[in-house]
């Protein structure tokens, strides 16, 4: 698999519990934001997005929050699944560029 | 079945040589990308297109190549390539540039 999320934080749930994985974002001019979801020796997934005119996205067992105060957005995931074990990562746009976070490694304990 | 694909998925060379890492994608998506993916770092953009024979310059563009002479394909070249260069390149497309990017499951390139 990727050796690439070795020295990433990681986030460990109990199946069927939610997990919430945070990510800070740097520049406050951003106005779109993206979730993706790696597993091992896959490309990246995407989740879900939310634009920066809103504070809450709901997807499939998958919801987004932006707090644009304090520059925090997070990924809350419903009823923790194993398929769910992934690196988790957010992405801001600030005009024509999109800079990726390192990512959290979500671990499902059983 | 439709998607994105990347050729070869694995690739060891030495120094000094020429390789090109292919990317197809069967969307017709006008944006196209390569980053690349190493321990301590988030994804970097290496080069991007915004639609056929149109190309820009990432973050992190030196000591690489591409074209885009058709919308489908994406070739990235290593034209002498360096250690410092080994890595894991993803390929992605997009319909809008911005928007959600469908990335391919990447090349795992090893440099001796």
């Known amino acids: 698999g990727e050796s690439v999320g070795l020295h990433l934080p990681t986030l460990s749930v109990q199946e069927g519990d939610n997990s919430i994985i945070n990510c800070a974002y740097s520049n406050s001019a951003s106005d779109y934001f993206i979730w993706y979801k790696q597993e091992s020796g896959k490309g990246p997934q995407f989740i879900i997005d939310?634009?920066?005119?809103?504070d809450k996205r709901q997807g499939q067992r998958v919801t987004v929050l932006l707090n644009k105060t304090v520059k925090h957005l997070s990924l809350q995931i419903a009823a923790t699944q194993p398929g769910d074990s992934a690196v988790y990562f957010c992405a801001e746009k600030t005009g024509d560029k999109i800079i990726f976070g390192k990512g959290t490694r979500l671990h499902i304990l059983p | 079945d439709a998607g994105i694909t990347q050729s070869p998925r694995y690739k060891i060379t030495e120094t000094g040589r020429q390789v090109t890492l292919m990317c197809h994608q069967t969307?017709?998506?006008?944006?196209m990308f390569w980053y690349r993916q190493d321990l301590g770092h988030g994804l970097r953009l290496i080069y991007y297109s915004a639609a056929a024979d149109i190309t820009d310059k990432g973050e992190v563009p030196d000591g690489y190549v591409v074209s885009r002479s058709k919308t489908e394909n994406f070739p990235l070249t290593l034209e002498s390539a360096t250690r410092s260069q080994t890595s894991v390149y993803f390929c992605a497309s997009s319909e809008d540039g911005p928007g959600p990017q469908h990335f391919g499951d990447g090349t795992r390139l090893s440099i001796l």
């Open positions: 939310i634009r920066s005119n809103m």
């Open positions: 969307w017709s998506h006008s944006y």
